[in-house]
């Protein structure tokens, strides 16, 4: 099965570079306000919107990141994430296994995922500028409530990669769930992977694996490294 470093991917390639100061987390909190008060947009807009809102908080802090990573995981906290709908992927990833876990599990499923796409996305996102992302006109049904938009990304080394995002209409807007790299479904590889190792281990111990160690170690390191360049 061909297979990349999706999270990483859904970081570098839609973000193309983020950073965070604490010195302009006005900046953050005006940002995400706009965002939570805009008016209701179809899932192209809402990509656009998402993109755009990111690009304005990295470009006023794009140097510090370089010296202290961490500081980036607020603006994907706030700016990014509450786009991407973590509980219907966690459905997905699961699949049978999220049927027949306890509420509780289900919850810290959820909980480690989200924390692990925060992590991956922050340490994924350095060295990318926002002229590296296109995004294409949409086609499909705008009445649907489900829609595919369609990015192209610019690696580093001048090849081009298609990025799909599979949204969902829901009660708070249109949110992605999940990213398609080259064909490569991030929702996909993760039911597989995960699934072979809750079959193996058992649900629980996947949880509090996943919760101290992320998504990373599902996949070849050659494959996660391929990704970030």
Do not use: C
């Not at 859904?10 to 987390?25: M, N, Q, R, T």
């Amino acid at each position: 099965m061909k297979r990349v470093m999706i999270p990483v991917a859904i970081a570098g390639l839609l973000l193309a570079g983020l950073a965070f100061v604490p010195l302009k987390d006005s900046l953050v909190v005006s940002l995400a306000r706009a965002d939570s008060a805009a008016a209701p947009q179809g899932a192209q807009e809402t990509m656009e919107g998402v993109a755009k809102r990111i690009f304005e908080a990295l470009d006023a802090n794009r140097a510090a990141i370089r010296k202290d990573p961490s500081k980036v995981y607020p603006l994907i906290d706030t700016l990014l994430l509450p786009h991407f709908d973590t509980e219907y992927a966690a459905q997905q990833v699961l699949a049978q296994n999220y049927r027949t876990a306890t509420p509780e599990q289900r919850k810290r499923f959820v909980d480690a995922l989200y924390h692990a796409l925060l992590r991956t996305y922050g340490n994924a996102i350095v060295d990318f500028t926002a002229d590296r992302m296109k995004i294409l006109p949409f086609r499909g049904d705008a009445a649907a409530d489900r829609a595919v938009v369609r990015t192209i990304v610019t690696r580093l080394s001048g090849s081009t990669v298609p990025v799909d995002y599979q949204m969902r209409k829901t009660a708070a807007g249109w949110k992605a769930f999940d990213v398609v790299i080259e064909g490569i479904s991030y929702v996909h590889n993760y039911r597989s992977d995960l699934g072979a190792e809750i079959e193996k281990k058992g649900l629980e111990e996947v949880i509090v694996r996943l919760s101290k160690q992320g998504l990373e170690n599902n996949l070849p390191a050659d494959k996660a490294g391929a990704a970030k360049r």
